[in-house]
């Protein structure tokens, strides 16, 4: 199970690294072959195929080979599923806050109520 990732997980591993947020950044504006993604990159072209490998892997760019072209697209379906996971744990800490706000608002009123003036 260890070495099992979830796409959650995948997709997270992918996004950690600046050169592939940086792909995705690009790719978020249209569609782009492999040679323009790796153009403003200092970095072999092989190191980038890697880069796209992880992307892939994990969901978040699809590619498609037409002639002697590869157009990568972003493929949002990953995306969501992290902003899913991510907004979940937003809400789950608003409700705390919200609570925490709450007791809060509870103890100052309850120190109020007994004279002690604070």
């Known amino acids: ?4 990732s979830t796409p959650l997980d995948l997709a997270f591993q992918a996004l950690a690294d600046p050169t592939r947020r940086a792909m995705l950044e690009r790719l978020s504006r249209s569609p782009a072959s492999v040679s323009d993604l790796a ?3 200092s970095m072999t072209f092989p190191a980038v195929m890697q880069h796209l490998a992880v992307l892939e892997g994990a969901g978040l760019v699809a590619s498609e080979k037409v002639g002697r072209v590869r157009t990568c697209r972003i493929d949002e379906r990953a995306l969501s599923v992290a902003e899913s996971w991510i907004s979940a744990r937003r809400a789950e800490w608003e409700r705390r806050f919200d609570r925490l706000d709450d007791y ?3 103890m100052k009123a309850r120190g109020d109520d007994d004279g002690s003036g604070e």
């Open 1 to 4: 199970m260890l070495n099992q």
């Open 39 to 41: 153009r403003p990159l």
């Open 104 to 106: 809060l608002k509870d």
